[in-house]
């Protein structure tokens, strides 16, 4: 069965960093994309981020480009979000999930992990 | 950026009726490229719906996706009590990938 797990969301402070990853077994890593969804608290769903199989094409939204980096290691089946100079707005449930059936790393995502809350606040 | 409107926020029914639910796309879905989501508190989404029409394996199949271009559907043929939930459309025919902002299906 396939599983992520998010981990590394927490309290920050505006303009700090943190790390996300996210765990992934139960399926051949290495030959899957991977992204990050996000969704503020009561709000709607938002892509932020992708990358593909090996790691060497990544793709960003708008708001977080220059800020995030999405990275993996296929050696440890796992995937990242660095995040720097964070603002409130990046308060958010932070979700990965494996795109399907569409184009690079651009897909309709199945499955989802259960995320991790990054809080970004002074 | 493709922009999908999801209309209205919120919609109301009784256990057992029909219910449509609305995604329009500010310009084309190339290929048809969306996706319909389920949402219940708490949880990640569920994917639903893929290419429009294509129901994903084990999803019920009083759930159905139609249209084309800029205009889709998601219908719930009968709802059933654990269909109350928040409904989003996902467009991946074009970067950034976007969903809209989502339809609550809640209990008259």
């Known amino acids: 069965e396939v599983h992520l797990v998010e981990s590394g969301g927490g309290l920050v402070q505006p303009g700090g960093s943190v790390r996300l990853s996210c765990a992934a077994s139960?399926?051949?890593?290495?030959?899957?994309?991977m992204s990050w969804v996000r969704q503020a608290p009561g709000k709607g769903l938002e892509w932020v981020s992708g990358i593909n199989e090996s790691g060497g094409t990544t793709y960003y939204a708008d708001s977080v480009k220059g800020r995030f980096t999405i990275s993996r290691d296929n050696s440890k089946n796992t995937m990242y979000l660095q995040m720097s100079s964070l603002r409130a707005d990046d308060t958010a449930l932070y979700y990965c999930a494996i795109p399907r059936g569409g184009w690079f790393v651009f897909g309709w995502f199945d499955p989802w992990g259960q995320g991790t809350l990054v809080s970004v606040s002074s | 950026e493709i922009v999908l409107t999801q209309s209205p926020g919120t919609l109301s029914f009784s256990p057992g009726e029909r219910a449509t639910l609305s995604c329009r796309a500010s310009q084309s879905v190339r290929n048809n490229y969306l996706a319909w989501y389920q949402q219940k508190p708490g949880q990640a989404p569920r994917i639903l719906i893929y290419?429009?029409?294509s129901r994903v394996t084990g999803i019920p199949d009083r759930f159905s996706g139609s249209g084309s271009g800029t205009d889709f559907t998601l219908t719930i043929s009968r709802l059933e009590p654990e269909d109350f939930a928040v409904y989003y459309c996902q467009q991946y025919g074009g970067s950034p990938l976007t969903f809209g902002g989502g339809t609550k299906v809640e209990i008259k």
């Open positions: 290419g429009a029409s």
């Open positions: 139960g399926f051949t890593f290495s030959g899957s994309a």
